[in-house]
């Protein structure tokens, strides 16, 4: 196997299916040495169907955290190169050939970063802080791994990194709802690994959501991005905001 796409989720049934359609390109460059694997987090939807239909290997595992999720997704993979992906990204055809061809570099890569561009509410967002983002998501399975925390996670690799150029297009929020309903997980547990690390709050975490959307919006030129870009800064204010008043909730 060359390649394996190592895929979490839980109630992705809105999502999935445009990842899965977007890996159609790759796999049949790659066939038969392409895999797709999806680790379902107990799914109550149809995740774990859908991504079977499509061909896809399933397993299932309780979710604890993102590094060690996605790392127990990457042990489960056949394949000598790993592609980690979200549900809610998605390749161009333009990345599918470049993933198909760095797979077969002959130069001894142990990974690729790729470019990702942040699409929310009809737009892809290029200020706001959000251009350039770059990630390590292409890798040999035997030289890295995932590692990190409750919310943040990374790959570490043992040998030279390559650049891909074509983004991944990352859709995070379909609307403001969705926005709403992950910002409950992320800052509870943003509040609870501070705490854990011996973070305490204190008076002037408030004046964080003020910096937050002044940075955004005009040291970072998010108001380039029109609407959208304004929206995601307010956003962002607010979502430091209740991060931290959970944190206080936590207590001494």
């Known amino acids: ?8 989720a839980k109630d992705e049934e809105r999502d999935l299916p445009a990842l899965l359609a977007s890996l159609e390109p ?8 392409f895999e797709a694997v999806v680790l379902d987090s107990e799914s109550a939807d149809g995740t774990r169907r859908l991504a079977e239909a499509w061909g ?10 993102f590094a060690v999720q996605k790392q127990a997704c990457v042990d489960l993979a056949a394949g000598e190169w790993v592609l980690s992906l979200d ?7 333009e990345l599918a050939a470049e993933v198909a061809a760095a797979v077969y570099d002959p130069r001894d890569r142990a990974g690729f970063t790729l470019p990702f561009e942040v699409e929310f509410m009809g737009r892809v967002l290029r200020w706001g802080g959000l251009g350039g983002e770059r990630h390590l998501r292409l890798f040999k399975r035997e030289k ?23 983004p991944v297009r990352h859709v995070p929020y379909r609307d403001l709802g969705e926005y709403i309903e992950k910002m409950e997980r992320y800052t509870e547990r943003a509040a609870r690994r501070r705490h854990e690390a011996g973070r305490r709050a204190c008076w002037t ?11 955004r919006l005009v040291l970072k030129g998010g108001i380039l991005d029109g609407r959208p870009g304004v ?22």
């Open 1 to 8: 196997m060359k390649l394996s796409v190592c895929v979490i």
């Open 87 to 93: 549900a809610d990204e998605r390749l161009s055809p």
């Open 56 to 65: 896809a290997r399933t397993a299932r595992r309780r979710f604890d955290d």
């Open 26 to 33: 790759l796999r049949a460059a790659l066939a038969p040495g």
């Open 231 to 252: 929206t995601w800064a307010g956003l962002s204010a607010f979502h430091t905001w209740l991060k931290y008043a959970r944190l206080a909730e936590l207590g001494p």
């Open 144 to 166: 890295g791994g995932f590692g990190g925390n409750h919310v943040h996670e990374g790959v570490s690799l043992d040998g030279p990194v390559g650049r891909l150029r074509a």
């Open 205 to 215: 975490d408030h004046l964080r959501p003020f910096w937050e959307l002044f940075a």
